[in-house]
């Protein structure tokens, strides 16, 4: 699959997730339903995928997780809260000290979820 066929899988999800919870819910529940719901589409998902960081030729592990990775390419940050400017720099960053190309910010905190999806490119 393309990164652009993945994206969308993700979004239908995601999507179909929302309609399902609404944008009351937790955190960690969209996360393990989004997972689920990906892994059903026979998507290759990890959760909590840890990223370290270099820095002046050392590496440090500092506990940054990527909420989910899919298919080792897309990074996926899911959130369920205010929308906020920062999420987006989060996963700026995200995508550069992973060195992917490409990610998607889930607010599920938004009452259609359309609202809530930013693709973002690294």
Known sequence: MTENEITGSIVNAAMKVHTALGPGAFENVY??????????????????????????????????????????????????????PLYEAQLLSCLRLSGLHVGLLLNFHVASMKDGVKRMIN
């Open 31 to 84: 996360k393990s339903c989004l997972q689920y719901e990906l892994v059903k589409r026979g998507l290759r998902v990890e959760r909590e995928h840890p990223v370290p960081v270099q820095y002046d030729g050392e590496r440090f592990d500092f506990g940054y997780r990527i909420d989910l990775l899919v298919e080792g390419m897309i990074v996926v940050e899911v959130k369920a809260a205010k929308p906020n």
